[in-house]
């Protein structure tokens, strides 16, 4: 889970000021990190949407927000995406997946095997991401991409990243 | 029940007006859809953001701009439907606790833009009580004239996050709209605030 450490490295050398979020296990570290830094404004929501519009005010505001969420997450926000591609606001989000590797609960099927196609369906550039020596680079060129090149993107962190669940089975 | 709005004493349009020149300093987001023509009529101004469409967005986007600009007075004035649609953005709001956030609701009991079909506040549902539950304490309802006077001040300058119901007449209207173009609205916006550099 050190790959958290270098996105929150990434966010400091961006300048990212806010940090929306859903709280979630495989974020977990990179979340309790933002929250620990007085710089970052982090804001829990009550679903993923809110984030995505929060992220727009952000922006209006002269600031840059990232949110972080799992692909369970992505289904909700796909109506306030509409913001984002109408009004071409940068945005960057980075999901971690469910639903891809040692999945213990098959509700988190159809949103982990349809997340990719959903979010690009929104207009958003996609990166996957299996291998955690190249999170860090690969989240500072997300983070560049939406903020300097003015292109909403997604990264998606694989289920291979993150612990897997097993409700103690 | 449904009928009682059609009475109330308040006109949306005057009420956006009254607001809109309260604060010439505050910066606006306008809700999906009444909102949006009654601010345009009051005058169209940079410093208000309109939304024609992501319902439910308003309060969510006011509160990444409180957050961002914490030494200037943000008001979100949108509708019961897209209050309802994003209820839950109120107990992030309340979490999150921006003291220079004031939200609106012009409640007309109506869904405006598609035939004032009612809305749950036309029978059971109190938004200023929803909003003071989910943690906003500063919640109230305003029904005429002199309550919106009484209540200005906290509107535009009280240390928030501040809700206030202010239950409106339905009544039809004519349309008054802003740009569509989304791009330009957002520039706009941010030109104002952040000067030339910022697109």
């Known amino acids: ?169 | 029940m449904s009928e009682r709005a059609e009475q109330f004493p308040l006109h949306r349009r005057d009420v956006a007006k009254t607001l809109l020149h309260a604060n010439e300093d505050m910066l606006i987001v306008t809700g999906l859809g009444s909102t949006n023509w009654d601010f345009t009529a009051a005058g169209d101004q940079p410093r208000i953001f309109p939304l024609w469409g992501a319902m439910g967005g308003a309060v969510p986007i006011g509160l990444g701009l409180a957050l961002a600009q914490p030494n200037k007075r943000i008001m979100v004035a949108t509708g019961d439907g897209e209050m309802l649609m994003g209820i839950g953005a109120l107990a992030t709001v309340a979490v999150a606790a921006p003291k220079n956030l004031a939200i609106c609701v012009f409640d007309n009991e109506r869904y405006g833009e598609t035939g004032m079909q009612t809305t749950h506040t036309a029978s059971v549902t109190d938004l200023a009580l929803t909003a003071k539950g989910m943690g906003i304490q500063d919640a109230d309802t305003i029904t005429d004239e002199a309550e919106l006077k009484a209540h200005l001040s906290a509107i535009i300058s009280t240390d928030g996050p501040i809700f206030r119901v202010i239950k409106v007449r339905a009544e039809p209207l004519d349309f008054v709209l802003p740009s569509k173009d989304g791009v330009h609205l957002k520039n706009r916006f941010r030109v104002n605030l952040l000067g030339e550099g910022a697109v």
């Open chain 1, 1 to 169: 889970m050190e790959w958290a450490d270098d996105i929150y490295t990434a966010f400091k050398d961006a300048g990212i000021n806010q940090v929306a979020y859903v709280p979630d296990a495989g974020h977990k570290r990179l979340i309790n990190a933002c929250i620990a830094d007085n710089d970052i404004q982090t804001v829990s929501l009550t679903t993923e949407e809110e984030g995505v519009a929060v992220s727009a005010g952000a922006w209006l505001g002269g600031q840059k927000c990232v949110l972080l969420m799992q692909s369970s997450g992505v289904g909700n926000c796909i109506n306030m995406l509409s913001l984002i591609e109408t009004c071409r606001f940068p945005f960057v989000t980075f999901v971690t997946m469910r639903g891809q590797w040692h999945e213990f609960n098959p509700w988190q099927m159809p949103m982990g095997t349809t997340t990719k196609l959903s979010l690009e369906t929104a207009g958003l550039l996609i990166d996957e991401i299996d291998d955690p020596n190249d999170v860090g680079p690969r989240a500072a060129a997300a983070l560049h991409k939406a903020f300097v090149g003015a292109q909403s993107t997604a990264l998606l962190l694989g289920q291979r990243l993150v612990p897997v669940k097993t409700f103690g089975k």
